[in-house]
């Protein structure tokens, strides 16, 4: 999956910062950041996941202290927690090294392939578009705070950022939105854009939510936390030397763990789903192949998207094709890989 790296707006310019003709010296002081052209593409690992195990629990009326978005007015006695341990095999067929970048699993009722409007799946940059039948090629990007607490100043950013929005039934493209002004505008009918049909690493959810997990793999960064998960936000896996090791060696297979726990309304199209034992997942990696000299776009994405069967336990919800009765896991002590051995 390529990197779509371009960005937004000369026609809207008076739009984004008040008047071109009444703001000329506001407009010349901003920062206009260049617009990155896409890298050569370069050789890319063949790299395949597959989910082996997966362990869900539901506990009702759970003493949830700290309701969550978007549940902050659910009185906590209407959610449910579901806790989730799922085990990914990633196997690297190459002849080269592969960096894993990022690790992401859902789970429910059904999933279709593709981006749909609400995820990121439909979010991409392009050097530029006819918006109204004026060429827009910068973006302003509106003053931030980051969760350090570091304070961004707004700045134009050379490309547009369009997000699609494609039909659950038959992937096609049923609405565009441009990110304008901080937010994002129905632009349907009205812009012209090339796109990139490169597979994305999202899927559209034709049902409610049950487990959405998105680990990414990366360095240590000040002001950021590894461990707290939340709904629809990331984890981090620290990676590098001293951290998990994130690089699988040619013909390597090895097995990860995602935890977490989601919380949910009790009555969740997911819950429903998972109470009757029948589920679909989806598993996604993307990888990429060091590559010393040249910049090259070496980036690849390995996917899985199944239905499943769970065996129904008293201690929650299994699927099952690697364990045997007398091994169990052994987690790393990253808490990310694991390993099977015999039970003692």
Known sequence: MKIKTNFLLIGLLSMLVGSVFASPLLIS?????????PLPKGPTADVSVSVVYANFSVQDNANITK??????????????AVSYFVVLNITNHSDMDAVILEALFHAAKE????????????RWWAKGAWLDGEWVNVTWIPSM???????????????????DEY??????????YMYIDGSWVDVTGRINVTRNDDDDLWVSIKSDLLVGSHHVFTRRRDGYNATDITPFSFTYIWSGPGDFNNTWAPHQSRLIALTGTQILKKSA??????????????AAIRNYVPFNGTL????SLAKELKPIQLEITEDGYIYNTILSEDQMFVMDSFGVEVFIEPRS
């Open 29 to 37: 002081e901003l920062e206009i950041r260049p617009y990155n052209e």
């Open 67 to 80: 309701v969550p978005f978007p549940f902050s007015e659910t009185e906590p006695e209407n959610l449910s």
């Open 111 to 122: 999933i279709n392939k593709g981006g749909d409007k609400g995820t990121h799946g439909g």
């Open 145 to 163: 705070q980051l969760e350090n607490g570091t304070w961004i100043d707004g700045y134009l950013q050379e490309g547009v950022y369009i997000q």
């Open 167 to 176: 039909s659950n039934a038959d992937r096609s493209l049923i609405g565009t």
């Open 269 to 282: 199209d997911g819950i429903k789903a998972l109470k009757t034992g029948s589920l679909t997942i989806h």
């Open 296 to 299: 090259l776009d070496t980036l």
